[in-house]
């Protein structure tokens, strides 16, 4: 089976530009979740998304946004690039948001984004 | 105070001694605990996770978890070289606005040399 698959990998963009990144969950898997990672340091929550809506945000300004779609897979946006945005950003998937015991949280391989 | 802290190394140990990584955290109201490898340039990956207070093992690996003491380790027997890399503890809580989410400690760096 596939697992959480990620695009574009890698990408530059200059500031003040937009960026769209992609995220396909392990399949059956219904929430998919955002974290930024920076160099040094472990990764940071964004959004989280359950049956298309949003169930859970982090301390990111509003130049991020995000969505999902009905099969599953989302998008995360970020407007207005600072040069601080450049970092790995991470997409993660679930079968359902729950603690329960069998609610494991897989990542993608990421997308490399650098502001210049 | 750090939601999730852990001691970020390195942590330098011999091939085929123990390592011990280890994770505090800050909320009690936590309920499931996650350790993630990570090498360079790449992704994190799942090793384990616990849910329940005690031990847990899987191969090489073992996870502890005390909720009274809110801490979380892992052990890591018999290191090999490839074992080389960073590990991330992670955290997460079930209700309000953390609902699902991890929050993970900086990471602690392991080095396993021949």
């Known amino acids: 089976d596939a697992g959480v698959t990620q695009s574009p990998t890698h990408l530059i963009k200059t500031r003040g530009q937009q960026v769209t990144l992609r995220c396909s969950p392990i399949?059956?898997?219904?929430?998919v979740s955002w974290y930024q990672q920076v160099l040094g340091q472990g990764p940071q929550f964004i959004f989280q998304?359950?049956?298309?809506?949003?169930?859970g945000r982090g301390n990111f300004p509003d130049r991020f946004s995000a969505r999902q779609f009905p099969n599953y897979s989302s998008e995360l946006n970020v407007n207005a690039l600072l040069l601080g945005d450049s970092a790995l950003y991470l997409c993660?998937?679930?079968?359902?948001?729950?603690?329960?015991?069998?609610?494991?949280?897989?990542f993608g391989e990421g997308s490399w984004l650098t502001v210049v | 105070q750090k939601e999730v802290e852990q001691n970020s190394g390195p942590l330098s140990v011999p091939e085929g001694a123990i390592a011990s990584l280890n994770c505090t955290y800050s909320?009690?109201?936590?309920?499931?605990f996650f350790w993630y490898r990570q090498y360079s340039g790449k992704s994190p990956e799942l090793i384990m996770f616990?849910?329940?207070?005690g031990d847990k093992e899987d191969g090489r690996f073992t996870a502890q978890l005390n909720k009274a003491s809110q801490y979380v380790s892992l052990l890591i027997r018999d290191s090999q070289p490839s074992d080389s890399a960073t590990y991330l503890c992670?955290?997460?809580?079930?209700?309000?606005?953390?609902?699902?989410?991890?929050?993970f400690g900086q990471g602690t760096i392991l080095t396993v040399h021949p």
């Open positions: 993660a998937s679930s079968l359902t948001p729950g603690v329960n015991s069998g609610n494991t949280i897989y």
């Open positions: 399949s059956g898997h219904k929430s």
């Open positions: 998304y359950y049956e298309k809506e949003e169930r």
């Open positions: 909320d009690r109201g936590s309920q499931s």
């Open positions: 616990i849910y329940s207070n």
């Open positions: 992670a955290v997460k809580n079930a209700g309000g606005t953390s609902y699902g989410k991890l929050t």
